[in-house]
Nanobody
Framework: QVQVEESGGGSVQAGGSLSLSCSIS?????MGWFRQVPGKEREGVAA??????VVYAESVKDRFTLSRDSGRKASLQLRSLMPGDSATYYC?????????????????????WGQGTQVTVSS
């Protein structure tokens, strides 16, 4: 496991943009962003490997952009935000699966988590 630290987030009106950043304390093959609202399960938003191959949830594809600046830092750009995007956003890191499969959007693939940062989108 590694330490995970998020920054960014905040409040914005619908249609606006925000940026989230994540730093990890050591090397991990996968970094991902997840979000959760009270009473619902944590859902995957986007994930990226060390080669910057990215997978997105359908709900954010074409609006969110995940990039990895180095092995230990990743940034999530959120655009065209909607009230439904309001949630606590979590950054996570994990090793590559033993079978060699690429980074995915399941919470079970990640074992290091940040504390979360709030994103609120008002209509």
């Amino acid at each position: 496991q590694v330490q995970v630290e998020e920054s960014g987030g905040g409040s914005v009106q619908a249609g606006g943009s925000l940026s989230l950043s994540c730093s990890i304390s050591g090397y991990m093959y996968c970094m991902g962003w997840f979000r959760q609202v009270p009473g619902k399960e944590r859902e995957g938003v986007a994930a990226i490997n060390v080669r910057s191959d990215v997978v997105y949830a359908e709900s954010v594809k074409d609006r969110f952009t995940l990039s990895r600046d180095s092995g230990r830092k990743a940034s999530l750009q959120l655009r065209s935000l909607m009230p439904g995007d309001s949630a606590t956003y979590y950054c996570a890191a994990g090793e590559r699966a033993p079978d060699g499969s690429e980074c995915g959007l399941s919470v079970y693939e990640y074992d290091s988590w940040g504390q979360g940062t709030q994103v609120t989108v008002s209509s």
